[in-house]
């Protein structure tokens, strides 16, 4: 059966903000303890803000609720810095002197990577949306207490490939000489890696290039990558990198005239308000959540209407609705547990089957290559049309049709 948290939140915006409900709690204070949740973000990025916004509009909509098991939740968030060992010492800070019941949140591979070795000492339960490079995975083999939400990265690139071959099929777009431009951290270097080993052998021609993610201070010089990527002249130009890295390729690539037939992006965010850039016109994505899925899922409209609401702005992607989900998860299971015995919220989490805030998908935990409990995502692909994230497959959710070739780029 899908559960959603109606019973423990029947979602009201106008509750939520005439009682101005702060993150850490609201309502009379209690003398029991507070439930304490902890998460480290990248909170000098925008990723790592729509991260807290949506885990604070969770956190607020719990509390205005009633909390969990008579108790108000707080959510402890600290920077992870885009930085393995400060993620770690932060982690480790949430463990032993906030002493938090449940751990969550986390977003970039290499400081996924960083924190594997602090979660294995503690082995606090732990639902974790970030890190979706397979070294991660593989770093947390044999972890029961450890929920994984994010699609690995094979995951992904299999459920990728199938969205654009179908679409390439049926439109008539060539796909056999693909270029690829990767930020050189476990997230992009990996991510190429396994695109090679899976295509190469079937064929296709791949090839590519590696760059310093802004994310990571690099500085956002794309000329040699896009004079190495206009020689090749591909059918079919990837960029696997983050939101900072966007524009600037884009921008390179318009001042060389280097316009391929199909420019594809993958990064877990994508700048804010991009589609009102006349370069965004065109270029084609991945993801698991765009806000025009508000239109057929109850849930996704529930959320982008609560966010806005509350931030006066929209949810830029769907890094804002999955770390929504985060939070929800862990309170859906708590509250079915009936307390924060590791053991019952293990089994708890065992048997969630969440109506997820992503829109199409329901939550359930199961196998992946290598560790016990992953979370399914449907991935989507989309196509910035006239300033729209427009999603174009699977074809029972598309708001519109694929354009191509991609269009000359804007004087």
Known sequence: MRRNLTSLVCVSVALVLMLGVALAGCGEPTSTPSIKLGAVFPLSTTIGQEQQKAAQLAVMEINSHGGLLGRNVTLTVYDDGNDPTVAAAAVTKLCTVDNVNVLLGGMASATSLGVAPVLKTYQKATVWLGGASHLFEEAMVGCDWFFHIHPWDYMQAAQQWVALTTVATDNSCPLQKIFVAYEDSAFGSTSYALLQASLVPLGYNVTGQSFTSAYYGGTGDF???????????????????????????????????????????????WPVNFGSDPLSEGITGFTMWTPALKDISPAAQTFYYAYIAEYHEAPPDYIGPLTYDNVMIVADAIQRAGSLDKAALITA???????????????????????????????????????????????????ANFTYPHPAWPS
């Open 349 to 399: 989490l065992e048997a969630t089957d969440y109506d997820s805030a992503v829109g199409d998908d329901d939550v359930v935990f199961a196998p992946s290559n290598n560790i016990t409990h992953q979370a399914s995502f449907t991935v989507k692909l989309f196509q910035w049309q006239a300033g729209v994230a427009e999603i174009i497959y699977p074809y029972e959710v598309a708001t």
């Open 223 to 269: 000329g040699s990558l896009v004079d190495a990527a206009n020689t090749f002249d591909p059918d079919y130009f990837a960029v696997i990198g983050y939101d900072a890295d966007i524009l600037p390729l884009l921008g390179a690539m318009k001042e060389q005239a280097f316009n391929p037939p199909l420019i594809l992006g993958a990064p877990p965010s």
